[in-house]
Nanobody, 122 residues
Framework: QVQLVESGGGLVQTGGSLRLSCAAS????????VGWFRQAPGKEREFVAA????????YYADFVKGRATISRDNAKNTFYLQMNNLKPEDTAVYYC???????????????WGQGTQVTISS
């Protein structure tokens, strides 16, 4: 199994930035893709970004292109989501998860962290 722990959430003003971290442990050799999702109250969980463990290839949802950067530190088994120019609609619980192949579908991800709250004030 893989254990994922997110951190870095908090309260930020509109236009501010946050860097979320996702620390992986356990059977990490089985991780091929790590993705970030978010879920706002009353809404479905939605894909934000993903990165391939092997070569760092990245994928982004249209609503974060140009505002977010997903990255990894292989030595630390840690993944990051840097988000800039944050908007109130970015308010959500952010989750990291692992998948065998790149995908924007949450059903294709098998291990999930507990989430970290991001709140953007207007």
């Amino acid at each position: 199994q893989v254990q994922l722990v997110e951190s870095g959430g908090g309260l930020v003003q509109t236009g501010g930035s946050l860097r979320l971290s996702c620390a992986a442990s356990g059977r990490t050799f089985g991780m091929n893709v790590v993705g970030w999702f978010r879920q706002a109250p009353g809404k479905e969980r939605e894909f934000v970004a993903a990165i391939r463990w092997s070569d760092g290839g990245t994928y982004y949802a249209d609503f974060v292109k140009g505002r977010a950067t997903i990255s990894r530190d292989n030595a630390k088994n840690t993944f990051y989501l840097q988000m800039n120019n944050l908007k109130p609609e970015d308010t959500a619980v952010y989750y990291c998860a692992t998948a065998p192949l790149p995908s924007s579908g949450s059903k294709n991800y098998d291990y999930w962290g507990q989430g970290t709250q991001v709140t953007i004030s207007s």
